[in-house]
């Protein structure tokens, strides 16, 4: 079993940045962020492979978001820099025994409860 717990979520304004953690316990896995705004369906983010060689990200992220890990502290990162409005949702980490096809909901077997971020136009 893991479990997955995230933080870091709150307010900032348009062009801000936020890091969100997610604290993990149990094994290591792969790991992703995805998010899910009201009304929406839940959205790849970003993924990293178990030792972090490899990283993956949604288009609409690429350049401003960066994912990491530190495995020693069995901790995963999401630095969020120059955040807009239609990044406000809540975000959830997630843990993957595989990195195959790290964008699809259904690789991960693991979810945290999720934090929000809140971009206001």
């Known amino acids: 079993q893991v479990q997955l717990v995230e933080s870091g979520g709150g307010l900032v304004q348009a062009g801000g940045s936020l890091r969100l953690s997610c604290a993990a316990s149990?094994?290591?896995?792969?790991m992703g962020w995805f998010r899910q705004a009201p009304g929406k369906e839940r959205e790849f983010v970003a993924a990293i492979s178990r030792v972090g060689g490899s990283t993956y990200y949604a288009d609409s992220v690429q350049g401003r978001f960066t994912i990491s890990r530190d495995n020693a502290k069995n901790t995963l990162y999401l630095q969020m820099n120059r955040l807009k409005p239609e990044d406000t949702a809540v975000y959830y980490c997630?843990?993957?025994?595989?990195?195959?096809?790290?964008?699809?909901?259904?690789?991960?077997?693991?979810w945290g409860q999720g934090t929000q971020v809140t971009v206001p136009s």
């Open positions: 997630a843990a993957s025994s595989t990195y195959r096809y790290p964008w699809l909901l259904h690789e991960y077997d693991y």
């Open positions: 149990g094994r290591s896995y792969a």
